[in-house]
């Protein structure tokens, strides 16, 4: 799994609305980067609707959010209407990205785990624990606080 001080892996996907994406469009930016198990689901829904949430106080500082699960473009596009999610999801059916950062579990999703990311492109914190909660902590407290 890519740790504390790795740079930010490089990946090229297609967002919710199946237009290309790439970690090139986070160079010099801070971001979370957070990975989830599935769209929709009551864990994941959490996570999302606490970034959508908090998104204006992360925008508002030059932060970029970027969800991330193995699910296809129109289950990201449905999740990110049903939430009204103002931020990218990226969509990794083939499980590309998740096998770059480390975080596919055996049953073949992404494990919940974030990425806190510098304005340097290195990994400045993982989040590495099943609660939603705690990922939307540590992001507000290294980011908002």
Do not use: W
């Not at 237009?19 to 689901?41: C, H, I, Q």
């Not at 959010?65 to 473009?73: A, E, K, P, Y």
């Amino acid at each position: 799994m890519v740790a504390v001080g790795d740079p930010l892996p490089k990946f090229a996907a297609a967002d919710q609305d199946g237009k290309p994406f790439s970690s090139d469009s986070l160079r010099g930016k801070a971001a979370v980067v957070y990975f989830y198990p599935a769209a929709d689901t009551p864990g994941c829904t959490i996570e999302a609707k606490g970034f959508r949430d908090e998104l204006p106080k992360y925008r508002a500082k030059g932060i970029e959010v970027v969800g991330i699960s193995v699910d296809d473009c129109p289950a990201q596009k449905a999740f990110a209407t049903k939430y009204g999610l103002g931020f990218t999801l990226v969509c990794d059916p083939q499980r590309e990205v998740a096998k770059a950062f480390g975080v596919l579990n055996p049953r073949g999703v992404a494990r919940r785990v974030t990425f806190l990311v510098g304005k340097d492109g290195n990994i400045a914190e993982v989040v590495d624990t099943s609660s939603a909660d705690t990922h939307l902590a540590r992001a507000r407290a290294r980011f908002l606080s």
